[in-house]
């Protein structure tokens, strides 16, 4: 294994669950590195579990989640902290 694969090994990688608790799928956004950088996965609930202990996840809080979704945002409309574009009159 080589330096940059050990910190690959090393990076924290984070979940945040978007389904109901009752669901049939588990509908949930994972990140690795960078909790603003994410792909959607669904999975069946038995393999959630399992793929979150293999991969040592931290569930995203509300407050990590609120910062991701203002830093969304920010990327929708291009102006930080802004959530409609200005408006030249």
């Excluded at 330096?3 to 945040?16: H, I």
């Amino acid at each position: 294994m080589t330096a940059s694969d050990n910190n690959f090994e090393q990076l924290k990688r984070y979940v945040r669950v978007r389904s109901e608790p009752e669901a049939k799928f588990v509908e949930f956004d994972f990140a690795i590195g960078y909790p603003d950088l994410f792909v959607e996965l669904v999975l069946p609930h038995e393999a959630f579990v399992s793929f979150c202990s293999h991969n040592n996840v931290v569930f995203m809080d509300a407050e990590m989640a609120a910062a991701v979704d203002e830093d969304m945002v920010k990327w929708r409309f291009g102006d930080a902290g802004r959530r409609m574009p200005k408006t030249t009159n």
